[in-house]
């Protein structure tokens, strides 16, 4: 099946530091991925949409200048969370759609636990 | 305010037994439910989905009935494995935005042996 490798799986770093999120997909190109934040016993929070060559569509409420992602190729799209803080502590995960408008057809990566101290 | 609810958190259940996920939605515009499975460590991956049209899916071990006058649907695993140990995710979209997915909380699934 269709893999999507996310790194590092796990992160801690000290407050103003920034952090990059790697997600690629393995075995096929994907023309969408999506960027999630989870956080303890709570739902799935759809961040942000990232599509290949374009600027990402950041859901209301998440910081584009804070959270920057980019999408250069149709195998990678990283996020990098500038100038941590605290609350930005949370579970990160990626997703990736080999074709257009099936959500059956999203792969997740194994998600990043970003701790900051 | 949440607009997919999975109100426990977790279940436990003896090995052979049916196990029953439930998850409740307030936006009437939901037309499409998936339930995504996930264990520690891994991503969440696709186990079942069903439309607003129909009340009830099946695929193999795995049920999912839809009751939209309540606005409740529930997973049915019958019968449960230990492998089936998981937390299950349920999800909702609304029509035209396939992947523009409303996440619960999940649960948390114990198949005791």
């Known amino acids: 099946g269709a893999v999507v490798s996310q790194h590092p799986s796990r992160v801690i770093c000290k407050s103003g530091t920034s952090v990059k999120i790697e997600c690629r997909s393995l075995?096929?190109?994907?023309?969408?991925m999506f960027w999630y934040r989870q956080f303890p016993k709570q739902s799935l929070m759809l961040m942000a949409t990232s599509n290949e060559g374009s600027k990402a569509t950041y859901e209301q409420g998440v910081e584009k200048d804070k959270f920057l992602i980019n999408h250069a190729s149709l195998t990678l799209s990283t996020l990098t969370v500038t100038s941590a803080h605290p609350e930005d502590s949370s579970f990160y995960i990626c997703?990736?759609?080999?074709?257009?408008?099936?959500?059956?057809?999203?792969?997740f990566g194994s998600g990043t636990q970003l701790s900051v101290l | 305010d949440q607009q997919v609810k999975q109100n426990s958190p977790s279940l436990s259940v003896q090995e052979g037994r049916i196990s029953i996920l439930n998850c409740d939605y307030t936006?009437?515009?939901?037309?499409?439910f998936l339930w995504y499975k996930k264990y520690p460590a891994e991503g969440p991956t696709f186990l079942i989905s069903?439309?607003?049209i129909k009340d009830k899916n099946e695929d193999g071990r795995f049920t999912v009935f839809l009751n939209k006058s309540a606005k409740h649907l529930s997973l049915h695993i019958v019968p449960s494995q230990p492998g089936d140990s998981a937390v299950y995710f349920c999800?909702?979209?609304?029509?035209?935005?396939?992947?523009?997915?409303?996440w619960g909380a999940g649960t948390k699934l114990i198949i005791k042996p």
């Open positions: 069903i439309s607003s």
């Open positions: 999800a909702a979209s609304a029509a035209g935005s396939n992947y523009q997915l409303i």
């Open positions: 997703s990736a759609q080999n074709y257009r408008g099936l959500a059956e057809k999203l792969f």
């Open positions: 936006n009437s515009m939901f037309d499409y």
């Open positions: 075995d096929f190109q994907a023309t969408t």
